[in-house]
T-cell receptor, first 112, second 112 residues
Framework: RKEVEQDPGPFNVPEGATVAFNCTYS??????FFWYRQDCRKEPKLLMS???SGNEDGRFTAQLNRASQYISLLIRDSKLSDSATYLC?????????????FGAGTQVVVTP | EAEVAQSPRYKITEKSQAVAFWCDPI?????LYWYRQILGQGPELLVQ????????DSQLPKDRFSAERLKGVDSTLKIQPAELGDSAMYLC??????????FGPGTRLLVL
């Protein structure tokens, strides 16, 4: 079983619609969580950190469910520029010196 | 905005040849990471440096891969000899200790 699992998609989303997807992680002791965005053939870029109480950044909302060991990302009012692969990233423990575990990514395609 | 620099951006080589990749982290970032990303997968950590010291190289195939960061600034990742399965994107990232990791544009390697 992979340590971080994501639905690879693609999620085909009409422009202006809402899309949401989850990521599950296996290590219950995991301490910090992130969503990175990766455009085709580009490097990953931090989209947002995920806090225990959930957090919002503009059209993006991230949630953490420790009991069920998953995090989610919701994108409202999707834009064409939101088309990308979204990587779920987990830092398993505070002692891991930032050794992040990446999921394989969820592809989102926003269509006109 | 400060960026992580990597070169070359693309490299085509024949199997059994030696290749080397270079990374210059964001100024002041003590922690440097080398990742390998195979198409369709998330990045996988190969080696992590704290200043000039290796913190984690547990996933580095040491029979053919080597990495150094002699002065604690820029870093080189070498593969000798390259194998077909080494074809991937090699990403360098840097951070302030355990802070947010910022990725460079990557080196896309194709081994023929």
């Amino acid at each position: 079983r992979k340590e971080v699992e994501q639905d690879p998609g693609p999620f085909n989303v009409p422009e202006g619609a809402t899309v949401a997807f989850n990521c599950t992680y296996s290590n219950s002791a995991s301490q910090s969580f992130f969503w990175y965005r990766q455009d085709c053939r580009k490097e990953p870029k931090l989209l947002m950190s995920v806090y225990s109480s959930g957090n919002e950044d503009g059209r993006f909302t991230a949630q953490l469910n420790r009991a069920s060991q998953y995090i989610s990302l919701l994108i409202r009012d999707s834009k064409l520029s939101d088309s990308a692969t979204y990587l779920c990233v987990v830092n398993p423990t505070t002692d891991s010196w930032g050794k992040l575990q990446f999921g394989a990514g969820t592809q989102v395609v926003v269509t006109p | 905005e400060a960026e992580v620099a990597q070169s070359p951006r693309y490299k085509i080589t024949e199997k059994s040849q030696a290749v080397a990749f270079w990374c210059d982290p964001i100024s002041g970032h003590a922690t440097l990471y080398w990742y390998r990303q195979i198409l369709g997968q998330g990045p996988e950590l190969l080696v992590q440096f704290q200043d000039e010291s290796v913190v984690d190289d547990s996933q580095l195939p040491k029979d053919r891969f080597s990495a150094e960061r002699l002065k604690g600034v820029d870093s080189t990742l070498k593969i000798q000899p390259a194998e077909l399965g080494d074809s991937a994107m090699y990403l360098c990232a840097s951070s302030l200790s355990k802070g947010t990791q910022y990725f460079g544009p990557g080196t896309r390697l194709l081994v023929l």
